[in-house]
């Protein structure tokens, strides 16, 4: 895509939902396959009068890897903090010390410059709207019904959590989340989890789905993952990390108007309609489940109903 085009989305980034000011530190950590979306990142937080700095380090063989320890210190003392990765830094240590020493975080995990151009346009403060009055439904839920046409009927135990509306303004010091942004979230109580999860969109480390991935959860942890090829990549790459990269770690539902299946879980996941959930690393959403993976899979026109009866998806329409 055109340069200009890249340089409207970076600044649309760091004016819009990041708040950056004169005089700011802005960190930009990227890697080869992101390198483009990092130094337009950088080059126009310069040109805001901010002060870049940009790290590229070697790319993450999967999400939820660590970064090396002298970028981990350079995220903990930045103002504005970027994370365009080919894997998610989310879901790390670093990511989290960084926001709790008051960095303003977005992560962006597989971004492109197309993807970029596309979803930074919109208008985030009705993207925040949307996502904050989905989260006010689910208060005081204790459980979810999920299915799908392509298999789904999953159970998942909430009870007492909070929910994360991924808005896409981050303007207060310790603000994190995803760009492009667009989705509601929580970490899932493991025990009384379970039931089957067809998932027909996308998979984190996999890619676009030829063929569904069916998971079976018994109390929140995989006890088998079938399918093609593809569910034996996902099995292949979960399995270093026994129980623990198998354990169900996040339900999220996206709210984004303009997102579009593109294998990218990073947008596939805020596309509006959609259930996504994560297996492994739950510290993000004060579980303690520390393992070096994190990745999600997504499961399209879902229909999602509370235990008190309320739809809040139905075959992937909005009911909130």
């Known amino acids: 895509m055109p340069f200009e085009g890249l340089k409207e989305a970076a600044r649309r980034t760091l004016v819009n939902c990041m708040g950056v000011r004169a005089g700011e530190t802005v960190t930009v950590v990227t890697d080869d396959p992101t390198r483009a979306v990092g130094e337009a990142l950088a080059r126009e937080a310069g040109e805001l009068g901010a002060e870049p700095v940009l790290a590229v380090i070697r790319a993450r063989r999967i999400s939820g890897e660590e970064p090396p320890a002298p970028v981990a210190a350079l995220m903990r003392e930045s103002e504005v903090l970027l994370l365009p990765t080919s894997a998610s830094l989310s879901h ?168 579009k299946l593109t294998g990218a879980v990073l947008e596939d996941e805020k596309i509006a309609g959609t259930v996504h959930l994560a297996l492994g690393n739950n510290v993000g959403f004060g579980g303690s489940n520390d393992v070096a993976v994190h990745v999600d899979g997504v499961i399209l026109s879902p229909t999602l109903v509370t235990d008190g009866g309320v739809f809040i998806l139905k075959e992937g329409v909005p009911e909130f």
């Open 92 to 259: 790390t240590r670093a990511r989290k010390a960084a926001s709790e020493a008051g960095a303003r975080c977005a992560s962006m995990p597989g971004i492109t410059e197309d993807m970029m151009a596309r979803t930074m346009a919109v208008n985030y403060g009705e993207v925040a709207a949307r996502s904050r009055k989905l989260a006010d439904a689910l208060k005081g839920v204790r459980s979810l019904g999920l299915t799908s046409a392509a298999g789904t009927d999953l159970t998942i135990n909430v009870t007492d959590l909070e929910y994360f509306a991924d808005t896409g303004v981050y303007h207060a010091a310790g603000d994190f989340g995803n760009l492009p942004a667009g989705e509601v979230c929580a970490g899932p109580v493991l025990e009384g989890s379970t039931g089957v999860a067809a998932f027909d969109g996308s998979f984190g480390g996999v890619g676009l789905l030829a063929e569904p991935i069916v998971l079976t959860f018994e109390d929140g942890v995989a006890t088998s993952i079938e399918g093609g090829k593809e569910a034996e990549t996902l099995a292949a790459l979960i399995e270093p990390f026994g129980a623990a990269g198998k354990t169900l770690a996040e339900i999220g539902i996206g709210t984004h108007p303009t997102a």
